[in-house]
């Protein structure tokens, strides 16, 4: 239908118009929204690709997750003890703060008991 034909046309011709492309338009979306959730159905069975056998004893489908050591902190914030970091991914918030503000990274390291360095040793300063 060309842009003239429509604008020739008088109201209610329009709006009976509109009202049945909104009918088959709905019809429309109702049938590929079927045709897709039928498509992810498909694609969610479980023993497609072989995923049975291979993760059959967790029952999710996938292999059981290896067992990693706890990771020991190694830097600890000063200001608050609590808040460790393991020297491990992102550096959090306050470390990253107090490095932009002119600290060092050695400075917030939690010392080990046989550790013989004197710096910060017991929060004494040398006078």
């Known amino acids: ?38 498509r992810l159905a498909q694609l969610n069975q479980p023993d497609q690709f072989g995923g049975v056998e291979r ?11 290896r067992k990693y050591p706890k990771v020991v902190p190694k830097y600890v914030n000063p ?21 932009q503000s002119g600290h060092t990274l050695e400075e917030f390291r939690i010392r080990e008991n046989g550790d013989s360095s004197d710096r910060n040793a017991g929060g004494q300063g040398h006078s």
Do not use: C
């Open 1 to 38: 239908m060309r842009r003239q034909d429509l604008e020739a046309m008088d109201f209610e011709e329009l709006w009976l118009l509109h009202e049945e492309l909104t009918k088959i338009l709905a019809e429309k979306i109702t049938a590929e929204k079927r045709e897709l959730e039928k």
């Open 79 to 99: 200001l608050q003890p609590t808040e460790t970091w393991s020297g491990r991914g992102k550096q959090p918030r306050w470390l990253v703060a107090a490095l």
């Open 55 to 65: 993760g059959a004893e967790t029952g999710k489908g996938l292999p059981p997750r």
